[in-house]
């Protein structure tokens, strides 16, 4: 039996696929003569990282930043927290934040701002998803791969109350 909170799908598993391809090969181009770290955002975006890494043909290395801004609730809490930082510095390196999801923005705004003053040479995203309707903060994603609708996303990582990660697709939350 399908779960009742697992909503409209949002993004079908052959559309992730062949974005993150796309994403893939774009990354590849603008990065061909530099080294990359791809910092990924615990939790929400390992399935992405993952994935986008297998499609990264430039040398490449990876680190892990765990923040919290959400909970269990489906709204930000507005406050980030750093839960686990990362493991190397990032001085003179070519750093890409792999994000799940854009959603107030306030969230990548302070990873941002905290990268930056570690100086790299450079610091640019790249999100799965983005919903600009929620935008808090006026900022852009170097690398996007959907825009969605304003509706508490699940799957491909993505979840509620850490449930639902592991789906392969991305659908729209239904609570009851």
């Known amino acids: 039996m399908r779960d009742p909170e697992i909503g409209e799908i949002l ?3 052959d559309e992730l696929r062949r ?11 603008d990065y061909a003569d ?3 770290l791809l910092v990924g955002v615990l939790k929400g975006a390992v399935f992405f990282l993952s994935d986008l890494m297998r ?22 809490s507005g406050v980030v927290r750093i839960l686990k930082d990362l493991d190397a510095p990032i001085e003179d390196r070519h750093v890409l934040i792999v994000e799940d999801i854009v959603d107030s923005g306030l969230t990548l705004q302070y990873l941002l701002r ?6 790299p040479a450079t610091v640019e995203v790249c999100a799965l998803l983005t919903k600009p309707e929620r935008r808090k903060i006026d900022l852009e994603a170097r690398y996007v791969g959907f825009e969605i609708p304003d509706k508490f996303a ?5 979840d509620h109350a850490e449930r ?3 789906l392969p697709f991305v659908a729209a939350l239904q609570l009851q």
């Open 164 to 166: 639902y990660r592991n």
């Open 19 to 29: 974005k993150v391809e796309e994403l893939g090969a774009r990354i590849s181009a």
């Open 114 to 119: 905290n990268l930056r003053a570690r100086g």
């Open 55 to 76: 499609e990264i043909t430039v040398p490449c290395e990876v680190d892990f930043m765990a923040v919290a801004s959400y909970g269990s609730s489906t709204d930000s």
């Open 34 to 36: 530099r080294d990359l």
């Open 154 to 158: 699940i799957g491909y990582g993505l």
């Open 11 to 13: 993004v079908q598993p």
